[in-house]
């Protein structure tokens, strides 16, 4: 059985930062692409940021410049440094990955973790 466990969010003022993290555990042969979503109240869920195994990056427009992704395959963790954060950052972000292992290649979500950004 994969898990994805995220830790690191909270309550902070604009302008701050937090830094998320996202550990897999279980049967894992590879981990393909890792990345972040987040859904804020009354809205759908969307991309935040993701990272290959090669280390290529995509960001949402929206957090361009404020946010880095970065990946630790030897510990199968991913992060997610948030600087300048604004109000409308506000949301739970989920953690997922693209996994490979016994039942072949699947998508996989983390539990989500609240992050408020206070004005």
């Known amino acids: 059985q994969v898990q994805l466990v995220e830790s690191g969010g909270g309550l902070v003022q604009a302008g701050g930062s937090l830094r998320l993290s996202c550990a897999a555990s279980?049967?894992?042969?590879?981990?393909?692409?890792m990345g972040w979503y987040r859904q804020a109240p009354g809205k759908q869920r969307e991309l935040v940021t993701t990272?290959?195994?090669?280390?290529?990056?995509n960001y949402a427009d929206s957090v361009k410049g404020r946010f880095t992704i970065s990946r630790d395959d030897a510990k199968k963790t991913v992060f997610l440094q948030m600087n300048s954060l604004k109000p409308e950052d506000t949301a739970v972000y989920y953690c997922?990955?693209?996994?490979?292992?016994?039942?072949?290649?699947?998508?996989?979500w983390g539990q989500g973790t609240q992050v408020t950004v206070s004005s």
């Open positions: 279980g049967s894992i042969f590879s981990i393909n692409a």
């Open positions: 990272i290959t195994n090669g280390g290529n990056t």
């Open positions: 997922n990955a693209l996994l490979h292992n016994e039942m072949g290649y699947r998508n996989y």
